[in-house]
């Protein structure tokens, strides 16, 4: 009886000093990998930098003290009929802009989309007053993959990227997830000169980022930005790891990724069946690196699509696309191994 004893009193320490051990190395892991792309900067700071040469005496002005968070009612969906009689100033294609000052970007709000429209209209009526008050000069397009084929969400932007610029000169471009709102009116919708994470917090994850390196959910970045990054990759077909990719295309093209204070870029998700993750995702995200240069806006086969249908609505531009479909087998993009990343930096990368 005794020597059972000891043997559990053995086993006991033994799991307590494991248990002290895989602490303090997570401890050190966080100290040492410290993220120093990432940074934090004031919303106000982008009105700054979009009037380089110095503010005119058109230029809009906002004053923060009357903006604020807004009440966001996620779960009622709202009839088309009533969001445009809410937003009477919106022009046909989801056009609005200022006319009593000069805003200081054009913007172009891209979404990927398929079947979602529950989630859409709560989006709409969230955005269309948001962006108004903000005083950008915007345009609202929904990027809809044609077919029940694999979501490609990162070939989708690229898309809408390409379509946007045959409308207007957009400086700004927003990937924008359909089913995220944001709270907070002071959360501008506006590009910094890097790659800009507008969701820092959402509720489903109780307010805190997923980790650093996160660029999904809602990012904005310059037009020159995205051609420096060649956009996001064509090859993620399913659910998964394209933001993860976007995000290391840009801290390899030598830009910070920056957010707002986490109070500030608040989301809440509406509520929605989620899909399950591409099981060729993370050998993919694996070799982002041999393939970023190649694989996104200047891949002439991989950016192969027809638009099937262009019209501007009450509320939004509709591009519905054929964007093809993925290989039959997925490793034909996982064949070369000569430059994946390592396991520790793929770690770091998610745990930093």
């Not at 959402?202 to 809602?218: E, I, P, Q």
Request: contains cysteine.
């Amino acid at each position: 009886m005794l020597r059972i004893f000891c043997r559990g009193g053995r086993v006991k320490i033994f799991l307590i000093q494991l248990a002290v051990a895989i602490y303090l190395f997570l401890v050190a892991f966080a100290l040492f990998n410290y993220c120093n792309h990432c940074i934090v900067t004031l919303p106000s700071s982008l009105m700054d930098e979009s009037n380089i040469q110095g503010s005119l005496p058109g230029d809009c002005k906002l004053d923060f003290h009357k903006l604020g968070i807004q009440d966001v009612n996620k779960y009622n969906e709202p009839t088309e009929e009533s969001i445009i009689a809410s937003n009477p100033q919106v022009k046909i294609g989801g056009k609005w802009a200022p006319l009593d000052c000069t805003a200081w970007q054009k913007v172009a709000i891209i979404l990927p989309y398929r079947d979602r429209t529950h989630p859409l209209r709560i989006l709409l009526r969230r955005l269309h007053p948001m962006l108004q008050a903000q005083k950008i000069d915007y345009q609202i397009f929904l990027v809809e993959q044609a077919g029940t084929g694999q979501f490609n969400r990162g070939k989708l932007f690229n898309v809408g990227y390409i379509e946007a610029l045959k409308q207007s000169n957009f400086d700004c471009m927003i990937f924008h997830d359909v089913d995220l709102l944001p709270e907070d009116d002071r959360n501008l919708y506006l590009c910094d000169g890097h790659g800009r994470h507008l969701e820092t917090a959402t509720d489903d994850l109780r307010y805190h980022l997923k980790y650093y390196n996160y660029a999904g959910g809602v990012i904005a970045i310059n037009s020159q930005n995205f051609q420096r990054v060649n956009g996001f990759a064509n090859s993620y077909w399913g659910w998964g790891n394209e933001d993860d990719d976007f995000s290391a295309r840009i801290t390899e093209s030598g830009l910070l990724l920056t957010r707002p204070p986490e109070l500030i870029g608040r989301y809440q998700m509406v509520p929605h069946k989620k899909n399950s993750r591409s099981s060729s995702g993370n050998g993919m995200f694996f070799g982002w690196r041999r393939r970023w240069q190649t694989d996104g806006l200047n891949d002439p086969v991989g950016m192969n699509y027809s638009v099937l249908k262009l019209e501007e609505t009450p509320l939004f531009t509709r591009v519905l696309v054929d964007i093809g479909s993925p290989p039959t087998d997925m490793n034909v993009f996982m064949q070369d191994h000569s430059q994946d990343v390592s396991l520790w930096w793929f770690l770091s990368f998610y745990y930093p």
